[in-house]
């Protein structure tokens, strides 16, 4: 449904005295992947490895510099203007914060109207009506609630109200970019099972991306490890949790905590910070802080190879 093809995302960042000697930030690094419809694909990586700007790129909130984003057999990256805006039915974002992402000046009928309004999705005022009530009814909100303001709701209301928005109109992909890591534990649980289930009524598909490899397992069919711009393994959630390949999502699994006290697990401390996307290392570009790293990780990189079936990273010891 969903295949992204080599996707850059790079931003220009000017130099020197007269602001002449231009470098790049590598915030998305050549990264290919699919999604099939209905699938929930998760992509985790610590806090400037590119996941939010790959899900806006896929979404033309940011201009891809180089790639195509495919949706169902059309490339949407090459879509402007007209074309663009038509399209936008078939994918939506659920952003991170859901205080900043609702206007405050409209109400909730308004900002849920106004996606079917720009898209003339409402036979006249009465099925507008009723199709605001039911959205609203399916994100687990009273009807009621469609004249209030969003400073009248919790947080985890105002991201059932960015839930409703997205699905007003009808789309096949979501990405949710982080959508719950702003909300109460509690609160989180209640999100991710009424994502869970509006996925199995309606068949959409989600990119879902998150820090919190726990809650991406628990969610996901497959799960995606990003660092520094680039995708470094890719497999069933499971597969992928519980026998990771790469060292990078060793170490993301080893920092989830275990509700099992007996458990026995080893933390794998990674030294150093993460290289600057400005001027990413040689070679594989976890290996200034790799434990495993060689003399040829730092010259040669490393290609995302099938290390087992539906299992992919790119390190040159995965097996």
């Excluded at 099939?36 to 891809?64: D, F, M």
């Amino acid at each position: 449904m969903l295949e992204v093809k080599n996707l850059k995302v790079y931003y220009p960042v000017q130099k020197g005295m007269f602001h002449n000697l231009r470098q790049h930030v590598k915030a998305v690094d050549d990264v290919s992947f699919n999604i099939g419809p209905g699938e929930t694909l998760g992509l985790v990586g610590e806090s400037g490895c590119g996941k939010t700007t790959l899900g806006r790129a896929i979404v033309k909130l940011v201009e891809p510099t180089a790639g195509s984003v495919w949706l169902e057999g059309e490339d949407i990256a090459q879509l402007t203007g007209t074309e663009l805006r038509a399209r936008r039915r078939k994918f939506q974002m659920i952003f991170q914060d859901p205080y900043n992402s609702l206007d405050p000046r409209m109400t909730v009928d308004e900002i849920i109207g106004e996606a079917l309004d720009i898209h003339r999705l409402a036979k006249g005022k009465a099925d507008r009506h009723g199709r605001i009530q039911a959205l609203l009814k399916s994100v687990g909100l009273d009807a009621m609630h469609a004249q209030r303001y969003p400073h009248e709701f919790s947080g985890g209301q105002r991201q059932r109200i960015g839930i409703a928005r997205a699905l007003a109109v009808e789309p096949k992909l979501i990405v949710c970019d982080e959508p719950v890591s702003a909300l109460d534990v509690s609160v989180q649980a209640q999100i991710i099972n009424l994502l869970q289930d509006l996925q199995r009524e309606r068949g959409v598909a989600y990119l879902f991306v998150a820090h919190d490899l726990a809650v991406v397992e628990h969610i996901s069919r497959r799960v995606m490890v990003m660092y520094l711009g680039k995708i470094v393994e890719l497999g069933e959630a499971e597969a992928v949790v519980h026998t990771p390949k790469h060292p990078y999502t060793q170490a993301l699994v080893s920092a989830v905590p275990q509700i099992d006290p007996t458990a026995q697990q080893t933390r794998i401390v990674l030294t150093g910070e993460s290289p600057s996307p400005i001027d990413p290392p040689p070679g594989c570009p976890f290996h200034p802080r790799c434990p495993r790293a060689e003399a040829r990780c730092r010259t040669e990189p490393p290609a995302l190879r099938e290390v087992a079936p539906g299992h992919w990273a790119s390190c040159h010891f995965a097996k």
